[in-house]
């Protein structure tokens, strides 16, 4: 059973910094993509940032500049640094990763967790 955690989210003033990571467990055989989705207040789930192994990251253009995805194969860990924090990146961070496992693939899902951006 493969399962993705992330953890870091929490309260901070705008122009703060936070790292989110995601940790991965179970019978991985191979990580085909790695993913930073949010889903802000009342609006849809957004795409943040990307990682593909052996190719360079691909971001969201309100986060260019601020947000960096970055990965630990070693540990199964993805990274999201976020930098100059604003209020309208309140949301609630998911972790993705498309994966091939013993027997099967396909993508799986972090719980979430929250981010809030004061002013």
């Known amino acids: 059973q493969i399962q993705l955690v992330e953890s870091g989210g929490g309260l901070v003033q705008a122009g703060g910094s936070l790292r989110l990571s995601c940790v991965a467990s179970?019978?991985?055989?191979?990580?085909?993509?790695m993913h930073w989705y949010r889903q802000p207040p009342g609006q849809q789930r957004e795409l943040v940032a990307t990682?593909?192994?052996?190719?360079?990251?691909n971001y969201l253009d309100s986060v260019k500049g601020r947000f960096t995805i970055s990965t630990d194969y070693a540990k199964k860990t993805m990274y999201l640094q976020m930098n100059s924090l604003k209020p309208e990146d309140t949301a609630v961070y998911y972790c993705?990763?498309?994966?091939?496992?013993?027997?099967?693939?396909?993508?799986?899902w972090g719980k979430g967790t929250l981010v809030t951006v004061s002013s």
């Open positions: 993705n990763e498309v994966v091939t496992s013993w027997g099967s693939s396909g993508a799986y």
């Open positions: 179970g019978n991985i055989v191979a990580i085909n993509a």
């Open positions: 990682i593909i192994p052996g190719n360079s990251p």
